[in-house]
Structure formats: C-alpha cells, structure tokens
C-alpha cells in the first residue's frame, strides 16, 4: 500500500500560511479561528443536524452563488431547519467575511447551518431551541497543481450511496459518514478517494465529488438518482448541451468507466479533477486527460469569468 503521504485528495490546496491566522463567522460574531467554537451540544456536532455549502470567491464575487442558496435553504426546508437568515443576509455575511480575511480571490468557503444548541444531549429535535448555528468558515484556497496534472486514484468501494427514503444523497448534510466510511475503504484499498456505486450497482459518484467519464467523444454521468446534485456537476452538462458536445445522465456500469477515453470528478474547489485510474487501471493515455476534458475546463473558465466580472 502506498505510504499516507503520497495520497492525494480532489481537495489538496497550495500551503498558505495565512489561514493561521483567518477570521471565523460564528452567529454574527468574527473570531479568529483558534477562539471560534460551538457548545458541545450543539446538534451538528452531537447529531451531523445540519446543512452546509461550498463556496468559491473569484473576482469579488461568490460564484453561482443563487444555485447554491437554492439547494441550501430548499435542503433547509425540507428537514425543518429555520436558518433564521434571508439570502440577502447570508450574502452579507459571506461578504464581511471574505473583507475580513482581506479576500476577493482564490478563496473558499464552507459554509454551515445546525439546529442549534440544544437543552439535553438527545436526539429530538424539539431540543434544540436556541436557534441555529450559522459558521461561516472561508480559506486562501487554491488547488494543489500536482492534483490537477497527475490526476485522482479511485478505488471502488463497498459502501453505496444510500436510497432517498433512508438519507437521500441530494442533501448536502453534515452527516457524511457513509463517505468518511467510503474514503477510508479506498484509502485502505491504496487508493486516493472512493468510487461509490449506487443501490443498483452502477456507477454513481465518489465519496467527495461528482464523477464523469468520456467514450468516444460524448460525456457521461450518472442518472443522479443517488447522488449530490453538485452546482458544478450541473454547469458541466449545461456546458456540454450549449456547445453541442453529447452529454448523457445514465446508468452505466464499472466495465465502462475502466473503458472509457477520459474521467474526471467535478467539485465547486477543483472545478474539474482528472482521474488517472480507478482499481488500478489507467484511464485513458494521458492520466484522464483527453480533448474533451481540456474542453470542458476551458468552458467553464470562461463561464466563471462572466459570472463574476
């Protein structure tokens, strides 16, 4: 098995040591990140009670930032969690943020709502009464190139995501374990991050990211039955239909993704990740990399450009 240290993750970033020092938004407060802390009964710690996104600043401006409200305070709603801010509001506070840390680009953001403290360590939510927990966490971020050139490990793993009537996958909840559990089965297997298959078995997504592969000049994913719904996941199929490269969301099995030309994983961080191998097997000639993927990425520099000049 590999050593630790020469496993890469979608989410490895260049050292900055800025990010010792950042400011953290805690409930409208900014503390520098060594004095940033929630109560121990908190219910995102006690319970993963909660919903979180991520953001990514360029120029100024948070990127696609309707997109990702929308799948935030829809997940919100659905499971009852009054976030007890406007989008307007959650827009403020990113922004003082971000001028705190002296930040316009370059920048990430992970950004998370709880239910709140509650008054006895139990699962009931009718415990939680103090109202939520809103942290707002952004970072000097930029992904490590030795990601973006060699490309990503997959190893297939045992754990699945899951059906939506036992936790449905759309939810960007802070309740990741079935993926903690799938990335140290790849980790274990010698492999970088999990490929994760759905309740069918076909090919689905990985623990951190949305996964596509390339045959023959057309694009593939997922039917996005069990999967998070990734915002970038979405703007590479709408890239693909506006500039006429085939696209498909279907079911697809293992045979096809060691098959395929080219495969990468799509994330608000890594934009678009190549994937140089899955169990072992080399994807493509050039480390995932191919005419298509080369494409994509210049289409979406472009399309981030005129999102946020």
């Known amino acids: 098995m590999p050593h ?38 908190d219910s995102g710690f006690m319970l993963g009670d909660g919903m979180w996104e991520g953001l990514r600043l360029y120029n100024g401006t948070w990127a696609f930032f309707d997109e990702h409200m929308d799948r935030l305070f829809d997940s919100c709603k659905a499971v009852s969690l009054d976030i007890g801010m406007t989008r307007a509001d959650i827009h403020d506070a990113l922004q003082m943020t971000a001028k705190a840390n002296i930040m316009t680009s370059n920048a990430h953001c992970r950004l998370m709502v709880t239910r709140g403290v509650k008054v006895k360590p139990f699962q009931h939510p009718s415990l939680s009464r ?34 939506p009537m036992s936790q449905d996958a759309k939810y960007n909840s802070h309740s990741k374990l079935n993926c903690v559990i799938a990335c140290l089965q790849a980790e274990q297997a010698g ?70 030309d080219e495969a990468f994983l799509t994330g608000t961080f890594g934009a678009q990740t190549p994937v140089a191998e899955i169990d072992g097997k080399p994807i493509g000639e050039n480390g995932g990399r191919g005419p298509v993927l080369d494409r994509i990425r210049a289409l979406y520099k472009e399309m981030i450009a005129k999102a946020t000049t």
């Open 4 to 41: 630790q240290t020469s496993r890469k993750t979608t989410h490895d970033a260049e050292e900055d040591v800025r990010n010792q020092d950042i400011q953290i938004y805690v409930n409208g407060t900014l503390k520098h990140r060594s004095e940033a802390m929630v109560s121990v009964y």
């Open 130 to 163: 103090t109202g939520p927990t809103v942290v707002i966490i952004i970072e000097h971020s930029k992904p490590a190139e030795t990601v973006q050139a060699k490309g990503i490990r997959l190893a297939t793993v045992p754990q699945v995501r899951g059906l």
């Open 191 to 260: 492999a970088d991050e999990g490929l994760m298959l759905d309740p069918h078995g076909f090919v689905n997504t990985t623990n951190a990211c949305n996964f596509f592969i390339v045959r023959k000049g057309a694009v593939w994913t997922s039917t996005g039955d069990y999967c998070m719904n990734g915002v970038t996941r979405q703007k590479v199929i709408d890239l693909c239909y506006i500039n006429d490269i085939p696209v498909f969301e279907r079911n697809f099995s293992l045979v096809d993704a060691y098959g395929a």
